[in-house]
């Protein structure tokens, strides 16, 4: 017996459409496809449980590069197979960011395929300088947006970079190290990130894109590798200090 159909020619008994379609893309811009059934994981980040890389690359603004003007930042983050993981969109005022440079406090928005915001990021005002170990630069990580899952908080230090990922109740979890030297002609540069035991389990790095993308824009691409172990909260908190390391070492 044939089924009855409404105008559209769907079936009545036909389930019903609980998620948009996503858009036809090309292979370049597929998106990686959300694990499911992870259970005690923060919704948006069951895509983190199943990587242990993400690439991070810095769109290139040609308002900055012919006009000088600081625009908002923005990031496609992507796995190992070069599938989209999330968005990453800077919210800030234009003279903040043209006034304050690279010491000006943000807000990034991590985005999914449905621009749905699984992540926030939140750095406020601090000096700079390593010379004022009252004014050390810290970040604040929320999953969902308004829930802390933990922080990035930089450690006083005159010969290198040094940063603690802590978790939501402020406990130290990990330690990152970057190079006495953060400028690095024709090479990347790597922040080694270790267990509180003194164990090395991965790295953030700065890729070298090439002398011209080095000398005429400020469009970064890094590479992050951790344990795919790692708590999924734990590796939220270290794509955001990517953000914090690029602004502070490589923003100019």
Known sequence: MQKNRDYEGVP???????????????????????????????????????????????????VEVFFG?????????KNSAGENVYLAVEDTHCLTRNLCGSCRPFDIQILDNFQNEVLHIYRPLR??????????QTLEVSSPPGTVIGSVEQEWSLLRPLYLIKNAYGENVLRVRGPRCTFKCCANVEF?????????????????????????????????KFPIELDVRMKAVILAATFLIDMVHFEY
């Open 12 to 62: 009545q008994d036909a389930p019903p459409i609980v998620r948009q379609p996503r858009a036809t893309m090309s292979p370049a811009e597929a998106w990686m496809s959300i694990p499911i059934g992870i259970p005690n994981c923060p919704t948006g980040l069951e895509y983190l449980t199943a990587v242990d890389q993400l690439l991070i690359k810095q769109q290139v603004d040609l």
């Open 69 to 77: 003007c600081e625009m908002k930042n923005k990031s496609k983050i």
């Open 127 to 136: 000096c700079e300088s390593c010379c004022f170990p009252c004014c050390l």
């Open 192 to 224: 080694d990130i270790f267990a509180m035991n003194g164990d090395k389990i991965g790295k953030i790095s700065k890729q070298w894109t090439g002398i011209n993308k080095e000398m005429f824009t400020d469009a970064d691409y890094f590479g992050v």
